[in-house]
């Protein structure tokens, strides 16, 4: 028997495939996912703005593996990660998201949650049911394709990943990390770019997937190298331009 959720599921996906048919004139080639994202991006974020917020504390769960996937959330202010959890306790970081940033959008998929969402510092979110996403997105075919192209953005990502740590070394996730922070939330100055949040050492090595006192000790080869610079309890500052340059020579080698 079909359930109501699934049926609430399959009318989405109907909804996203109609209109990504109608579109396919405009954007029929890969390269015009980024037009596409651009165009659309802020849409369904409005509309998420417009509903109750709901603050936490540092350390403070949205939702945890296992929970009803029910809804979908937007990231107002703060830092938030989502994490998945081994069976020994052992946790691996899979995304750390930042204000405006859209999570939980793995509710489409169906049954429980597959991860767990945790605000690394005070953050403020809004909540839109699963049955009110849908509803919003039948008035609004934008706000579909929007979610789709953030959807295949997510995937790209996870792909990406996926090939990180089965291929690279401890030390070359932990480059790409810290790229990948920068360019989310980094500061710009005439060398550098300082990331906007402070990021626990213990995080960074939940992200590459490696001890804590691995990515310590890698973390000051880096600041010895020049690469970084950061101070007990301080933002990190990365030198962009190095850490890319040890990253394409790596890919020649």
């Known amino acids: 028997m079909v359930t109501e959720s699934e049926v609430l599921r399959l009318e989405l996906l109907d909804l996203i495939l109609e209109d990504a048919a109608e579109s396919s004139a405009e954007f029929s080639d890969h390269s015009q996912c980024v037009v596409l994202s651009s165009c659309l991006r802020g849409k369904l974020c409005a509309q998420l703005a417009e509903l109750p917020s709901r603050h936490l504390r ?39 998201y930042g204000s405006g940033d859209i999570l939980g959008e793995l509710c489409l998929c169906g049954g429980g949650r597959r991860d767990e969402a945790i605000a690394l510092e005070a953050s403020t979110v809004t909540e839109l049911p699963l049955t009110a996403l849908l509803g919003r997105l039948k008035r609004e075919p934008e706000a579909a394709l929007e979610l789709a192209s953030i959807m295949c953005e997510r995937l790209a990502d996870a792909y990406e990943r996926v090939e990180s740590l089965s291929w690279e070394t401890v030390l070359e996730r932990l480059v790409r990390t810290l790229l990948r922070l920068a360019a989310d939330f980094g500061e710009t100055s005439a060398s550098d770019s300082h990331i906007g949040h402070y990021i626990k050492q213990d995080e960074l090595a939940k992200i590459v997937g490696a001890r804590r006192e691995v990515v310590s000790g890698l973390l000051n080869r880096l600041r010895n190298s020049g690469h970084i610079s950061y101070s007990p309890r301080g933002f990190i500052a990365v030198n962009r331009a190095a850490l890319q340059a040890y990253v394409d020579a790596r890919a020649s080698a």
């Open 58 to 96: 540092a350390g403070e769960r949205i939702y945890l593996m296992g929970n009803p996937a029910r809804s979908l959330f937007l990231l107002q202010s703060g830092l938030v990660k989502t994490s998945v959890i081994s069976p020994d306790g052992r946790e691996l970081t899979l995304r750390i």
